[in-house]
């Protein structure tokens, strides 16, 4: 339809008016027949606008009265923004809300008439309960576990999936998850029981209770579809199973249902969302009307070039319903990729961008700095503080305020005030003292809250890497600064954010950065599903960008590091010679890799195994004598010798020849029960060795 049709031509005055100032495609979808309408909306293409003058038609034009549409989205803000577009149109009284206040609503209502007594109480957090349901089922209870399990639970219940049918679900959705599938089966059969006895309901509760509601009891099924006759969904890409299923109970046979949705910004499937229910429209709905949105009016063209680029190369079931946006604005710059030899040079030119453009007129809030992970935000954060340049952290606390790196700090203040190992290089010691606190060098299966909690440890060291020759008294002293720098006024900052967070936003300038394969697409992403829709997420970020957009990655982490990462394949586009589109590199001078136990520099052919000629034969040698000491120590008590330490942690201590307790705690396998127990005999046994 264009805006010679005379579908529109020949409407009403009345009817016009709801469309003045529309794109031919917006005004179709405003002024399309009543019944099921799905309007297929790019991003930047002005689906707010266009729904919420298609919900002013149909009170308008006397289809249905305020009172009788309901509008659902997912973020109290998208709710908030249509309400006030709908009352600038001079439409009062239609419900816009979320799924979960909407249905909240409704309980509180129907409730009380059909059990006679009040709504249980809504608890304040899943946390505790899952803490409980946890240590019952003997799982650790530190809070990134906790968290992971809280998703878990919530992704099972979106997903209308029972503790029972849970593990197979896994395999099903070749899911990761933070312990065997079936131990968190029992955390959830266990935190249905706890809520139970407690009288308290969460949030799924609020939606599975009305829907069942609806379904169950005629009486409020006629009242609340006497209600609401017409209805709007939001991001439908992004609707879960259990949404889905308060939706079908509020339309029961009717279909006056407009949806509004992009397949090519669905990314949030590890939630439960399931854009089938999108692409599936035509199909349960015969003879529906869809209209599809793809003027974009955010970005320049060249923005919106690189976005239809690279989700031309999606695949899949989604890749046939995408869209291809046509840029409405004035051209703009180019988009660059830039190459850096690390990731601290990498943070450092972004902030020096950022100067620049705020220094030509950019207003700070009109810059974003995204990242595939919250981890990746304490390069950032320290070189924006350190050019002078103002920020504000969305969606994640300051790096420096988050509980794992506090904690991890404390265990490196009480290192440095002992510090008895000086001749060891820095970043082993930080390595010791943080595995002491539980952190490991390899990172956890899966992803979720554990991971992010190790990703921020990590940096940790990746920042004592930086400083080979310093103390750990100066480490510390490191850090406070960093600390304390970081606390620059934040308002009208630069934003910093994860892509997911940034989702539904925009700004003039927009900084994607650590673009590396193994982090976009992220290295947990195995199936064809999940790196697709690492793809989305890549292509989401893209059109967060109104001018100017620069992509970004580096070669390697540290300074002086191996540069053997991989631009992200997304990028493939850009090609491999794109010279214009790098930035100028100086190659440092290549790290010195340094003997753990002498701390001399290692020949290339040393190098893997970590320590030279002299002290791998002595720590072998010494392996021996820990072995015999061990075997001795283990008839003694009547305990197998593994009980008394493997062979890995013998090994260990072979290699570092601690000569303190506190160093004894630096090595993997070594708790305060062991070191309390056998310390002492293992300090004698290494002790005796040198002084022969």
């Given at each position: 339809?264009?805006?010679?049709d005379?579908?529109?031509?020949?409407?009403?005055?009345?009817?016009?008016?709801?469309?003045?100032?529309?794109?031919?495609?917006?005004?179709e979808?405003v002024l399309?027949?009543?019944?099921?309408?799905?309007?297929?909306?790019?991003?930047?293409?002005g689906k707010?606008?266009t729904i919420?003058h298609?919900?002013?038609?149909l009170v308008?034009?006397?289809?249905?009265?305020?009172?009788?549409m309901?509008?659902?989205?997912?973020?109290?803000?998208?709710?908030?923004e249509?309400?006030?577009?709908?009352?600038?149109l001079?439409i009062q009284?239609?419900?816009?809300?979320?799924?979960?206040s909407a249905?909240?609503?409704?309980?509180?209502?129907f409730?009380?008439?059909?059990?006679?007594?009040?709504?249980p109480e809504?608890?304040p957090?899943?946390?505790?309960?899952?803490g409980?349901?946890a240590s019952?089922?003997?799982?650790?209870?530190d809070?990134a576990?906790?968290?992971?399990?809280?998703g878990e639970v919530?992704?099972?219940?979106?997903?209308l999936?029972?503790?029972?049918?849970?593990?197979k679900a896994?395999?099903?959705?070749?899911?990761?998850?933070?312990?065997?599938?079936?131990?968190?089966?029992?955390?959830?059969e266990?935190y249905?029981e706890?809520k139970?006895?407690?009288?308290?309901?969460?949030?799924?509760?609020i939606?599975?209770?009305?829907?069942?509601?609806?379904?169950?009891?005629?009486?409020?099924?006629?009242?609340?579809?006497?209600?609401y006759?017409g209805f709007?969904?939001?991001?439908y890409?992004?609707v879960?199973?259990?949404?889905?299923?308060?939706l079908?109970?509020?339309?029961?046979?009717?279909?006056?249902?407009?949806?509004?949705?992009?397949a090519?910004?669905?990314?949030?499937t590890?939630?439960?969302?399931?854009?089938?229910?999108l692409?599936?429209?035509t199909?349960?709905y015969?003879?529906?009307?869809?209209?599809q949105?793809e003027?974009d009016?955010r970005?320049?063209?060249q923005?919106?070039?690189?976005?239809?680029?690279?989700?031309?190369?999606?695949?899949?079931?989604?890749?046939?319903?995408?869209l291809?946006?046509v840029?409405?604005?004035?051209?703009?710059p180019q988009?660059?990729?830039?190459?850096?030899?690390d990731?601290?040079a990498?943070?450092?030119?972004?902030?020096?961008?950022?100067?620049?453009?705020i220094?030509?007129?950019?207003?700070?809030?009109?810059?974003?700095?995204l990242?595939r992970i919250?981890?990746q935000?304490e390069?950032?954060e320290s070189?924006?503080?350190?050019?002078?340049?103002?920020?504000?952290?969305?969606g994640?606390?300051?790096?420096?305020e988050r509980?794992?790196?506090?904690?991890?700090?404390?265990f490196i203040?009480?290192?440095?005030?002992?510090e008895?190992?000086?001749?060891?290089?820095?970043h082993?010691?930080v390595?010791?003292?943080?595995e002491?606190?539980?952190?490991?060098?390899?990172p956890?299966?899966?992803?979720?809250?554990?991971?992010?909690?190790?990703?921020?440890?990590?940096?940790l060291?990746g920042l004592?890497?930086?400083m080979?020759t310093?103390?750990?008294?100066?480490?510390?002293?490191?850090?406070?600064?960093r600390?304390?720098?970081?606390?620059a006024p934040?308002?009208?900052?630069?934003t910093?954010?994860?892509?997911?967070a940034?989702?539904?936003?925009?700004?003039?300038?927009?900084?994607?950065?650590g673009l590396?394969?193994?982090?976009?697409?992220?290295?947990?992403?195995?199936?064809?599903e999940?790196?697709?829709?690492?793809?989305r997420?890549?292509?989401?970020?893209?059109?967060r960008?109104r001018l100017?957009l620069?992509?970004?990655?580096?070669c390697?982490?540290s300074?002086?590091?191996?540069?053997?990462?991989?631009?992200?394949?997304f990028l493939?586009i850009?090609?491999?010679?794109q010279a214009?589109?790098?930035?100028?590199s100086?190659?440092?001078k290549?790290?010195?890799?340094?003997?753990?136990?002498?701390?001399?520099?290692?020949?290339?052919?040393?190098?893997a195994a970590g320590r030279c000629?002299?002290?791998a034969?002595?720590?072998?040698?010494?392996?021996e004598?820990?072995?015999?000491w061990?075997l001795?120590?283990?008839r003694?008590?009547?305990?197998p010798?593994?009980?008394?330490?493997?062979?890995e942690?013998?090994?260990a201590?072979?290699?570092?020849?601690p000569?303190s307790?506190?160093g004894m705690l630096?090595?993997?396998?070594?708790?305060?029960?062991k070191?309390?127990?056998?310390g002492s005999?293992?300090?004698d046994?290494?002790?005796?060795?040198?002084?022969?």
């Amino acid at each position: 339809m264009t805006s010679a049709d005379p579908g529109i031509d020949s409407a009403s005055p009345e009817a016009r008016r709801y469309v003045a100032g529309l794109d031919p495609e917006q005004a179709e979808a405003v002024l399309a027949p009543r019944g099921p309408l799905c309007i297929l909306a790019g991003a930047g293409t002005g689906k707010t606008r266009t729904i919420t003058h298609r919900i002013a038609y149909l009170v308008g034009s006397g289809e249905f009265a305020p009172t009788q549409m309901l509008a659902v989205t997912f973020t109290t803000r998208a709710a908030g923004e249509m309400r006030a577009r709908l009352r600038q149109l001079g439409i009062q009284g239609v419900q816009a809300r979320t799924f979960h206040s909407a249905a909240l609503r409704q309980l509180s209502y129907f409730w009380p008439r059909h059990f006679d007594r009040s709504l249980p109480e809504l608890a304040p957090s899943k946390f505790r309960l899952i803490g409980q349901a946890a240590s019952r089922e003997r799982i650790s209870t530190d809070t990134a576990m906790v968290r992971d399990l809280a998703g878990e639970v919530e992704w099972a219940r979106s997903s209308l999936i029972s503790a029972s049918a849970y593990p197979k679900a896994v395999v099903a959705h070749a899911r990761d998850t933070p312990l065997a599938a079936e131990k968190i089966a029992g955390v959830i059969e266990r935190y249905d029981e706890l809520k139970t006895k407690a009288g308290v309901i969460d949030f799924e509760d609020i939606i599975m209770s009305m829907a069942y509601l609806i379904e169950s009891v005629p009486e409020v099924a006629r009242e609340v579809r006497g209600q609401y006759r017409g209805f709007v969904v939001d991001e439908y890409q992004d609707v879960n199973p259990l949404q889905q299923r308060l939706l079908d109970a509020w339309l029961g046979e009717r279909d006056d249902l407009c949806v509004v949705g992009d397949a090519n910004q669905t990314i949030y499937t590890f939630t439960g969302a399931r854009p089938d229910y999108l692409l599936d429209f035509t199909d349960r709905y015969a003879g529906a009307t869809v209209v599809q949105l793809e003027r974009d009016y955010r970005s320049s063209p060249q923005v919106v070039g690189l976005a239809n680029k690279v989700i031309a190369g999606a695949s899949g079931r989604l890749a046939k319903r995408r869209l291809r946006l046509v840029g409405q604005r004035e051209d703009g710059p180019q988009p660059t990729l830039r190459t850096y030899d690390d990731e601290p040079a990498e943070a450092a030119a972004v902030a020096s961008a950022c100067a620049d453009l705020i220094a030509k007129g950019t207003a700070p809030s009109e810059i974003a700095v995204l990242f595939r992970i919250n981890a990746q935000s304490e390069a950032y954060e320290s070189a924006l503080s350190e050019a002078g340049v103002p920020y504000v952290l969305r969606g994640a606390e300051k790096f420096f305020e988050r509980e794992e790196v506090r904690e991890a700090i404390v265990f490196i203040r009480a290192a440095a005030r002992s510090e008895r190992e000086p001749d060891r290089p820095l970043h082993e010691q930080v390595r010791g003292v943080l595995e002491q606190s539980g952190w490991s060098p390899e990172p956890p299966a899966g992803g979720g809250t554990a991971r992010e909690r190790w990703e921020s440890v990590n940096a940790l060291v990746g920042l004592a890497e930086e400083m080979p020759t310093a103390t750990m008294s100066e480490f510390v002293t490191e850090l406070e600064h960093r600390m304390s720098s970081a606390h620059a006024p934040t308002v009208q900052g630069v934003t910093l954010a994860s892509l997911h967070a940034a989702k539904g936003l925009e700004w003039d300038a927009v900084f994607l950065v650590g673009l590396h394969d193994g982090m976009v697409p992220i290295s947990r992403a195995r199936t064809p599903e999940q790196i697709e829709e690492e793809r989305r997420l890549l292509y989401v970020g893209i059109t967060r960008a109104r001018l100017h957009l620069q992509l970004s990655w580096a070669c390697s982490r540290s300074p002086g590091g191996r540069g053997t990462r991989k631009q992200s394949r997304f990028l493939d586009i850009f090609g491999t010679s794109q010279a214009s589109m790098s930035a100028p590199s100086v190659r440092r001078k290549a790290k010195v890799v340094r003997c753990r136990g002498c701390g001399r520099s290692l020949l290339p052919a040393q190098e893997a195994a970590g320590r030279c000629e002299l002290c791998a034969k002595e720590g072998r040698e010494t392996f021996e004598r820990l072995r015999e000491w061990r075997l001795q120590t283990a008839r003694d008590a009547q305990l197998p010798p593994y009980m008394i330490f493997d062979d890995e942690t013998l090994s260990a201590i072979a290699v570092r020849r601690p000569t303190s307790k506190m160093g004894m705690l630096a090595v993997k396998g070594v708790g305060e029960a062991k070191l309390g127990k056998y310390g002492s005999e293992v300090l004698d046994v290494l002790g005796a060795e040198s002084s022969t």
